[in-house]
Structure formats: C-alpha cells, structure tokens
C-alpha cells in the first residue's frame, strides 16, 4: 500500500508546540525577568495561536460537549496555580486564568453554530464579551472577539488572517501588537492534526505555572 504523502506546512500539533514555548517565555518574563520586554514580545504570540486552534478543535472534536467538560474541570484545577504565581495569593477573583477564556469561547462558538443573520451572530459575539467581563478571564473580552474573528471568517484565509492581525492593535498595551506575527504560523497550517496532544497542555498549564511560582519563591528568597 502506498504509504500517504504528507502535506507541507504546519499540523496543529506544531503549532500547539509554537503555542506552548511562546506561552512559557512569555511567563517566564512575567514573573521571573519582568523587564526583559523581548520575553513579553515573544509571548505575544501564543494567545493567537491557541484561539485559532480552539475554532478548528471545535469543528473537528468528537465531542464538543467532552471538550467542554474538559477545559471546565481545568479551569478550576488551574486557578489556584494561576492566582499564586500571577497574583501571589491563593485565590483572587479579581482575574480568571486563560481555560476560562477559552471555554467561553467554545460556548461562543456553540452559539455561532446555529447560525442567524450577521446582525444575531454578531450580539451572540457581544453578549459573549460582556459575560467575559463580568468573571473577568485572562484576555477579557478582547480574547473572546477573537475567538469569534477566526470562527466567522474561517472560509476566507485572507479576511480571517487580516482579522487576526488587525486585533492585536485593539490593546492599550503597544506590546500586543507584536501578537500580529502570529499570522505567519497560522497560515502556515496545513489543516491535519498530527500527533495528538489532547491532555498535555491541559496538564501542562497549572503544572508549569506552580514550577514558576516555586522557582520565583527560590529567586526571591535567595
């Protein structure tokens, strides 16, 4: 049998990876090096990245509603990591960690399904924002908008690569901006999965969060 010929450019399991080591310099800047700006510069990357993977993990999951449940049960494994390491406390819900971001998206995208007029899809889109600012998750509802961005522009590569740029000029933090290099690798994607990731990065999160908070205790106290 003739082996299958892989297809160039990026899975989404490359670019889980692009997501995962931009995250962890992003927060090693955060919490370790907080006026090294490279580190935050570079960390500017990875939020894209993990909504664009969130709309296609979306449209191609067995089970939305397993998909769900897991950020779900992550989001509250994660918070009390996230608060100590961000906010040096054992719980402040001044600030949700990023599954809680990412599951209100999946919910948004539950909602964009069913379809509608621009004008319903677009409230549904704004309904969303405003829930995410009321429990005040990471990236509020500018991460949402996103979310919704790479969602209702994903037939048209260029309008959704032009959306995804376009956002990280929304923030009053100039640092985002560099968020727009993000494009290169989405448009780098090739529409596989590749290898499956599925429970890593869920893993991943609150167990890197915990070894930076361990680690700038080490640096603090030395």
């Known amino acids: 049998m003739e082996r299958r010929k892989a297809r160039q450019g990026l899975t989404s399991y490359q670019l889980k990876w692009i997501a995962v080591i931009t995250m962890v310099i992003d927060h090693i800047g955060a919490v370790l090096f907080p006026g090294e700006l490279i580190l935050r510069i570079i960390g500017r990357l990875s939020f894209p990245i993990f909504c664009f993977l969130l709309t296609e993990g979306f449209c191609h999951t067995h089970s939305r509603r397993a998909y769900m449940q897991r950020l779900g049960v992550f989001a509250l494994v994660s918070e009390i990591p996230y608060d100590l390491t961000f906010h040096g ?3 402040d819900l001044e600030r949700q960690n ?3 971001t990412l599951l ?3 919910i948004l995208l539950n909602l964009l399904e069913s379809g509608g007029q621009w004008l319903l899809q677009a409230a549904k889109v704004l309904f969303m924002m405003w829930i995410a600012e009321v429990f005040k998750v990471d ?4 991460g949402i908008l996103l979310i919704g ?3 209702l522009l994903r037939e048209h590569l ?8 376009l956002w990280n000029f929304l923030w009053e933090n100039r640092l985002q901006a ?3 290099f993000a494009v290169l690798p989405i448009l780098l994607y090739n529409g596989e999965r590749g290898r499956k990731m599925t429970y890593f990065f869920y893993i991943f999160y609150p167990a890197h969060l915990l070894a ?3 680690i700038a205790i080490y640096v603090l106290s030395a």
């Open 139 to 142: 990236y509020g509802y500018e």
């Open 89 to 91: 406390k054992l719980l």
């Open 178 to 180: 560099f968020g727009g």
């Open 104 to 106: 209100l998206g999946v």
């Open 98 to 100: 990023i599954f809680f």
């Open 149 to 151: 961005i790479f969602y």
């Open 158 to 165: 260029w309008l959704k690569a032009a959306g995804g740029v």
């Open 212 to 214: 930076l908070h361990v």
